[in-house]
């Protein structure tokens, strides 16, 4: 809330009806009031009291309501926006965690891929940091530019079997290897798609959703208190028919996926700059780009998107924030500003919509300009930002990426075009 009131905005934020820890779903057992205030009430009656709570004390009309959050932060403006078209203007989006029935029974799936601990195909979290070493050694080139930044996973050969021999004694395990393959891989069942795997470029951050002795309880506890009802479900008995017992129950009615809804937001005039982390290792970056296409195709193709809805992939990006490669990811996106300082006003040295992802969104809702790129921005200590600027580069609405065409000044933003 603070980073917005630097804005000049009056602010408002909510608990989503319930009090715990960031992974606790313990509250949702047996309470299906508190399941749809997580879902969408909380959100929207914050809203409506904030609006009113505000045009009552400055005795004025609104003249432009904004949302921005990230993760479930993310999921709750796509929401929002779907059921209540009317409360923002424009949204901003980070890694949203739009398809919960699948996101959270992927999380307990994907999960059992590394256990039980001490089998042949675990890997012990101590060695996630040496895989992202050997992964980026192997991926970095495969977008043109060696600069420890991997920018098109998906043009990268991985070969797995190779892991590990360049940064510890013994390569990986044939077991591990396939470990490594079924993370990276979408989730399928009977051949249909049904979420994505993780992408290549995220296992430095893989310790989130890898490190315990059974799966995150973000996608467990979901099982057990939402779902199923059933606090002592273990995680051992994961079928894939939860993913449609899911489907159908939708608790909360928490999943963002009313397509048609968020085409009418826009079609009213509604703006959404939407963006992910392409080395998230919580959300996997293809769920927004499969959130995108499928508004995209209820559209009727991208020309007709443009206008109102602009995606971007961060190369480097974590979950929402940081980076573990020196990669540009600061342009004040939900949660940003936070993790650098709580004094912090957009970007620090460049406030401007240029820089700065809430003005650019601001500036596309009042003044019509459309956010055709975002420069990101990294310093050399980000605890201490008078250490200097450290890299610039360009996002670029997908499906373009940036493309360099100096490599005499690669660290700077105008040595890289969109295409």
């Known amino acids: 809330m603070g980073a917005g009131l630097r804005y000049g905005f009056a602010v408002a934020s909510t608990d989503m009806g ?13 309470q299906p009031e508190k399941q749809l205030d997580f879902g969408f009430r909380a959100t929207h009656g914050t809203t409506v009291l904030a609006k009113q709570l505000t045009e009552s004390f400055y005795a004025s009309k609104i003249k432009y309501s ?26 901003l989006i980070g890694a949203p965690a739009w398809w919960t029935t699948h996101l959270q029974t992927w999380t307990a799936r994907v999960g059992i891929y590394n256990l039980p ?21 192997q991926c970095d080139a495969s977008d043109g530019v060696i600069d420890g930044i991997i920018s098109t996973p998906h043009e990268c050969r991985l070969d797995v079997d190779r892991l590990l021999c360049n940064t510890t004694n013994t390569c990986i395990s044939p077991e591990q290897a396939q470990t490594v393959h079924n993370i990276h891989s979408n989730y399928t069942i009977e051949g249909q798609f049904t979420f994505p795997g993780l992408e ?22 979901y099982i057990q208190n939402m779902l199923l009802d059933d606090p002592q479900w273990p995680w051992q008995n994961y079928t894939d028919s939860l993913v449609a017992l899911a489907d159908d129950k939708n608790p909360g009615n928490i ?41 995209t195709r209820e559209m009727g193709g991208h020309s007709n998107i443009s206008d109102s809805f602009q995606f971007f992939l961060v190369p480097g990006l974590h979950h929402c924030v940081g980076t573990s490669v020196d990669a540009p990811w600061y342009f004040a996106g939900a949660n940003q500003a936070g993790t650098i300082g709580t004094s912090i006003f957009s970007v620090p040295g460049f406030t401007d919509p240029k820089h700065d992802a809430l003005m650019a969104l601001m500036e596309w809702v009042e003044n019509g300009r459309t956010v055709d790129t975002i420069v990101a921005t990294a310093w050399t200590n980000f605890t201490d930002l008078t250490s200097g600027v450290l890299r610039q580069r360009p996002l670029c609405p997908y499906p373009t990426r940036a493309v360099l065409k100096n490599s005499d000044i690669v660290n700077s933003a105008d040595a890289w075009v969109c295409e």
Not at 18 to 30: E, F, P, Q, R, Y
Not at 205 to 220: A, D, H, M, T, Y
Request: glycine letters at 12%; aromatic letters at 12%; one cysteine or more.
């Open 255 to 295: 999943t963002a996926d009313d397509f048609a809804a968020m085409v009418r937001y826009l079609a009213d005039g509604g703006k959404v700059l939407m963006y992910h982390g392409m080395a998230d290792g919580l959300i996997p970056t293809g769920s927004s780009t499969y959130f995108y296409e499928s508004v």
């Open 200 to 221: 290549i470029g995220s296992e430095s951050e893989w310790n989130v959703l890898f490190s315990g002795p059974e799966p995150q309880p973000l996608g467990v506890q």
């Open 18 to 30: 319930h009090n715990s820890t960031m992974v606790d779903i313990t509250w949702a057992l047996g």
């Open 66 to 91: 904004y949302y921005s959050g990230c993760s479930t932060g993310g999921r709750q403006g796509l929401k929002d926006a779907q059921l209540f078209p009317d409360d923002f203007d424009g949204l």
């Open 117 to 137: 601990q001490g089998a042949a195909n675990h890997i012990d979290a101590s060695l996630y940091p040496s895989i992202a070493v050997d992964v980026v050694a």
